[in-house]
């Protein structure tokens, strides 16, 4: 057998950072409900796998707290006012000192803090994963032209059930039941 490929994410390598997920931006996000179930699904898969789960949060004072379904499930988010998580240095400790360099970014807006957050992420050098079904934003176009971007920069682009695959990469693996429960669970 040969090595494993250094471009597939592990659960050593790679951690989870939920952008902004909150509760006045939600509900405006183009299918939003659909984003929200993946990234719930993409928060479990992590926990089982423990794989290192990040989540952000604007502005809370104005754009309100994580949305209460996935709160419970995240620890406690790092707040910022940037656009960007650049400013939350103790994300990029908390990476550094765990040996991550790989990141799977899920959240909104696609086109606004998502974005903004994967090209410094990949600025700074991290391999950057964006699962197409767990962002969104307000608009379909801006949504589209940000993965384009965020592609064409160097992001790789990839879905939930393949990032929760990848992560468990054999059936013999203990977690992997409860991952095929999860990729098989009814969407909204």
């Not at 040996?99 to 974005?115: P, R, S």
């Not at 990949?122 to 032209?145: C, I, N, Q």
Request: aromatic residues 6%; negative net charge.
């Amino acid at each position: 057998m040969f090595p494993r490929s250094p471009e597939l994410m592990s659960p050593d390598d790679t951690a989870l950072l939920v952008i902004d997920v909150q509760e006045k931006i939600t509900p405006l996000m183009a299918g939003s409900d659909r984003a929200v179930w993946n990234i719930g699904r993409l928060i479990d898969g992590a926990k089982l796998l423990e794989v290192c789960t990040v989540a952000t949060e604007q502005y809370p004072q104005g754009l309100g707290p994580t949305i209460a379904s996935l709160q419970t499930r995240l620890p406690p988010p790092l707040q910022k006012r940037q656009f960007s998580c650049r400013e939350c240095l103790e994300l990029l400790a908390t990476f550094k000192a765990r040996g991550i360099y790989k990141l799977l970014v899920c959240g909104f807006e696609t086109h606004v803090c998502v974005q903004q957050s994967v090209m410094d992420l990949l600025g700074e050098g991290y391999r950057v994963y964006l699962p197409v079904d767990a962002v969104s934003s307000r608009a379909t176009l801006d949504h589209e032209t940000a993965l384009r971007r965020m592609d064409s920069c160097g992001a790789v682009l990839t879905t939930t059930e393949a990032a929760l695959f990848e992560w468990c990469e054999t059936s013999t693996a203990p977690q992997f039941k409860e991952i095929s429960k999860l990729v098989k669970q009814a969407g909204p």
